[in-house]
């Protein structure tokens, strides 16, 4: 069973520029959390989703962030025209339905540099 | 709104040697679950430890244990017979009990384990 797959790992972006981070969760996870993680702090929450609905976005910047998990395929945490200071380390993690044991489950974590 | 506090920003032991890393949160609820995750350079988030606030008794794993003190809000992760591989960023995590709420994470400790 592979765990939370985040790609890329690492992304280089100029500013203005659209980034996209891509999340497949566990399989069998049918819900999604976004966090950030700026250098030498915490993670701190940004979206839960579950397939097609945004459950809690009150960790998501008001402006150019957005993020979804359609039916098929991963989640996309989509940063619109970015700006030095959205470089930082974004995590997805995932969790089932019946989250009986209440542990999310991290991926590796995307970098993203901008320029 | 919850908080979490890890007042070691860096901490360091020699191996074989036993230490303690602090954790305090802030919450009005009484249903949560806290957590310590490992962070290593490869930035993966791998959990240590979890702990029910419903339960008395402390969790342990293998060389890790906690000290959950719930009317202190305290809630230690010790490290016995530390390893090299044990050197790694440690978060402490609140997460509010139900359905799948999102964690809040503390700013971490460093460890360094010295030979």
């Known amino acids: 069973n592979a765990g939370v797959m985040q790609n890329p790992r690492h992304l280089v972006r100029r500013r203005g520029q659209e980034a996209r981070l891509r999340c497949s969760p566990m399989k069998g996870h049918s819900h999604v959390y976004w966090y950030r993680q700026l250098p030498e702090e915490g993670l701190k929450f940004m979206v839960y989703?579950?397939?097609?609905?945004?459950?809690?976005e009150s960790g998501m910047p008001k402006e150019r962030f957005s993020a979804e998990f359609p039916k098929e395929g991963p989640s996309i945490l989509r940063i619109q025209q970015v700006v030095r200071g959205d470089s930082a380390a974004y995590f997805c993690a995932s969790s089932p339905l019946a989250d009986t044991k209440n542990i999310q489950y991290f991926g590796a974590g995307t970098r993203l540099s901008v320029l | 709104a919850q908080t979490v506090t890890q007042s070691q920003p860096e901490m360091s032991v020699q191996e074989a040697e036993t230490v303690t890393l602090s954790c305090t949160y802030d919450?009005?609820?009484?249903?949560?679950?806290l957590f310590w995750y490992k962070q290593p350079p490869s930035r993966q988030m791998i959990l240590v430890i979890r702990q029910e606030a419903y339960k008395q008794q402390n969790a342990t794993e293998n060389r890790f244990s906690v000290n959950f003190q719930k009317a202190a809000k305290s809630f230690s992760l010790k490290i016995s017979d530390s390893q090299l591989g044990d050197a790694a960023m440690y978060f402490c995590a609140y997460r509010s009990g139900g359905d799948n709420n999102d964690m809040r994470f503390g700013a971490g400790t460093r460890l360094t384990v010295k030979p």
């Open positions: 989703l579950q397939k097609e609905n945004i459950i809690d």
């Open positions: 919450t009005s609820e009484s249903d949560y679950y």
